[in-house]
DNA sequence: CATCAAGATAGCTGAATAACTATATAGGAT
DNA sequence: ATCCTATATAGTTATTCAGCTATCTTGATG
């Protein structure tokens, strides 16, 4: 556990909004949720800003905010292409995050 | 995920905080962090809010605001004996949390 | 009954979050 | 060169978080 608390906090902190749930769970299976992109591909490039922007329903400076925080986070990672920012979701990322809580899950029960 | 995106956000928002991190972990595994108690068993009644402020090194009324945090999640129950509170982790919560995140964990790839 | 000990509550403060509008920047198209 | 479009940045605001000290409540004990 002490390798590295803070750093377990800090992505689950970031994992830890309604928002960017939801935006997580979009991006990890984009083609399920956006349509198909002219200037870059939804799996490999990740989806623009401006697609999640319309999906969501919040202000488009208010989803940059969400991406930047989870990027901080090292959940996505981001890309641009010409004049669109493509924000793709780091999976290992979140399989760290199930492994720091795997331990909690499983009590050890000493005799 | 939308099977109840915004208690998965309060569960992960309990476990994204340094010290909430480091008392789960202290009470998946009492009897290797805490000496016995008189008044209740470590592991079937859980550990007293006593022993977790002097080991963490906070105020008391802040080691409580954290276990009520934590309570309200339902990452742990507490059970009063006399005048003391103890604390119990619940594992199957910290469970649901990494349900919610396996499926993050493992995007999609549609042809 | 008076006192002590354990925890909870009240009340305060500063920092971080989450939202918005307005504006800046940068690339394409006319 | 100008305009349009996509995103980022600045700046503001209200709320929540995380900590503290001081006090209340409750159970045990002299």
Request: proline share 5%; hydrophobic share 40%; net charge neutral.
């Amino acid at each position: 556990m002490d390798a590295d608390v803070s750093s377990t906090a800090e992505l689950l902190r970031a994992l830890g909004n309604e928002h960017r749930l939801t935006i997580l769970d979009w991006l990890s299976d984009p083609r399920a949720h956006f349509p198909a992109q002219r200037d870059g591909d939804l799996v490999t490039d990740g989806v623009c800003v401006g697609f999640i922007t319309d999906k969501i329903g919040l202000s488009q400076p208010t989803v940059t905010n969400h991406l930047q925080y989870l990027s901080k986070a090292g959940l996505v990672t981001s890309k641009r292409i010409k004049n669109w920012a493509f924000y793709r979701l780091v999976p290992e990322r979140v399989e760290e995050a199930r492994a720091a809580l795997a331990r909690l899950a499983l009590p050890v029960q000493r005799p």
